[in-house]
């Protein structure tokens, strides 16, 4: 009985060794940036929230350098073509140079 347990975590590791891919440096390239990614929007999301509290009292073109960083990030990691990504970040761009001029306002 002990035999037919310890072959069938044999036979269990061997399927889940063989169902997983190949860690390739692609791979990795793509969960760093994933990872920069989150990061950079935590940031910006946290500084916005502070310069809204007031506590955070640089300027506004400092406290969207986090997004724009971002939206690089996003923009290279993203095996789509660009024409798809122009619909999402020019919107953001233009929401967020509105809102730098009307600060210069």
Do not use: Y
């Amino acid at each position: 009985m002990a035999r037919e347990a310890t072959d069938d975590a044999a036979a269990r590791e061997a399927a889940r060794s063989a169902a997983l891919p190949a860690p390739t440096w692609g791979r990795v390239r793509k969960a760093g940036q994933g990872a920069a990614a989150h990061a950079l929007l935590l940031c910006f999301t946290a500084l916005l929230a502070l310069k809204l509290d007031g506590i955070f009292t640089r300027s506004w073109w400092v406290l969207f350098i986090p997004l724009w960083s971002f939206h690089a990030v996003a923009s290279r990691c993203n095996d789509e073509p660009i024409i798809d990504l122009k619909l999402v970040l020019l919107p953001l761009l233009a929401l967020e140079i509105i809102t730098l001029v009307d600060n210069f306002r």
